[in-house]
């Protein structure tokens, strides 16, 4: 959250490559090709899409509302099946000593223990719900750059891929380095490729 | 370079702008002039994270507090440690932009921007409205990227430039002078 409302954490990142002709056809069938798909009514345990920065319950975007003026206003939505490892254990330590006692053997052998806790896993991954996570983007096509409104380094890792199989576009985030690279003349630039720490005391 | 040893090896160069930025502000009571904008408002406040050294051998030091001197932060830069984090108010046009900048990766934390009566209409079913809206926020995001940016501008000028020695000197003396001798 952020981008509209409350307070925002962002990072900026520069996009890499050319869209191709009629940029706005091909993000329009780019965006539904890889819009968000609900997966609470099926046992899948991962989904990643596209969806509106309006309503994260949006994956249609009637009349192109992702578009802005100049820009491409996007939520990444991710909803992840998880079951805690605390449950886990739990489960398979119940489950084990109801089979040890079923089958009346004083110990389970390795095998039987690694096949009960991947049937437990997959059981309680089924009931698990689906827990969502937004992060929104801003997307300048006027100057090739993002706004991307989160600060961990994982879901960077995460958009870096997936809007490069969305748009064919690399990202490669601005820091300060980079950012100066984009503020100066190649004078400076020389210069700054050189430039090493300052004591400031 | 590869974008994760260009992080590696410039971290220096976003602690050094914040710790600059941070003399900045004080040589003229918070004003800064921007050159072909006129002065704005920069203070620093309420949160710092100072950092020296690198890897295993980095220390940290944090500074909060509401109605504060930062006493603690200005012995830090006398150890020889510079800004990572700080929480900084920046005032142009009458617009107030508050934020949390990390250095080393130039992150905007907990950015608070300016209110204004497109920004607060959300509740519009029109969207045309939405849009002004959408369209208000992103504005006002760039307007604070550009601030930051031309002060950041204004920084690689005098550091990377041949007066660098001079500018170097005020920010020792400043260091020197304002750090609590006990």
């Not at chain 1, 009346?104 to 806790?117: A, G, H, T």
């Not at chain 1, 983007?137 to 969305?166: G, R, Y």
């Not at chain 2, 509401?66 to 929480?87: D, F, I, S």
């Not at chain 2, 760039?142 to 001079?166: P, T």
């Amino acid at each position: 959250m952020g981008f509209l409302k409350g307070s925002a954490s962002f990072v900026r990142f520069s996009v890499v490559g050319e869209l191709p002709e009629n940029s706005l056809d091909f993000i329009a069938q780019r965006v539904i090709a890889f819009s968000f798909q609900d997966i609470d009514e099926t046992y899948d345990e991962y989904s990643i899409g596209w969806v509106s920065v309006l309503n994260m319950f949006d994956s249609q975007f009637a009349y192109a509302s992702y578009v802005a003026g100049d820009y491409i206003t996007l939520t990444l939505r991710i909803d992840e099946r998880k079951v805690s490892p605390a449950i886990l254990k739990k489960i398979v330590q119940k489950e084990e000593e109801r089979v040890r006692r079923e089958q009346q053997v004083p110990k389970l052998s390795r095998s039987m223990k690694v096949q009960i806790k991947e049937r437990v896993r997959t059981e309680l991954m089924r009931k698990a719900i689906p827990i969502p996570s937004i992060f929104e983007l801003c997307w300048s096509l006027a100057d090739s750059t993002l706004f991307f409104f989160s600060t961990n380094k994982k879901v960077h890792a995460i958009l870096e891929d997936f809007f490069k199989e969305s748009f064919g576009l690399l990202i490669r985030q601005q820091i300060p380095y980079t950012t100066a690279e984009h503020l100066l003349d190649d004078d400076l630039r020389e210069k700054l490729e050189r430039l090493s720490p300052e004591i400031f005391v | 370079m590869d974008l994760v040893d260009l992080i590696a090896e410039k971290r220096f160069l976003g602690q050094e702008f914040l710790t600059w930025l941070w003399w900045k502000s004080e040589e003229r009571g918070g004003s800064v002039a921007i050159p072909g904008e006129g002065d704005i408002t920069v203070v620093f406040e309420k949160h710092m994270l100072l950092e020296s050294g690198e890897g295993e051998s980095s220390e940290k030091l944090i500074c909060t507090g509401l109605q504060t001197e930062l006493q603690e932060a200005r012995t830090g830069l006398q150890m020889g440690k510079k800004l990572e984090q700080a929480r900084i108010v920046i005032n142009h046009n009458s617009y107030e932009y508050s934020l949390t900048m990390a250095g080393a990766l130039m992150e905007y934390r907990n950015v608070r921007l300016p209110k204004t009566e497109a920004t607060e209409n959300d509740k519009s079913d029109k969207p045309e409205e939405v849009e002004g809206m959408i369209l208000e926020r992103i504005y006002l995001l760039e307007e604070l990227v550009r601030l930051v940016n031309v002060l950041f501008g204004m920084f690689l000028k005098v550091r990377l430039g041949a007066n660098w020695r001079d500018e170097l000197q005020m920010i020792r003396q400043w260091i020197a002078k304002t750090a609590v001798v006990v």
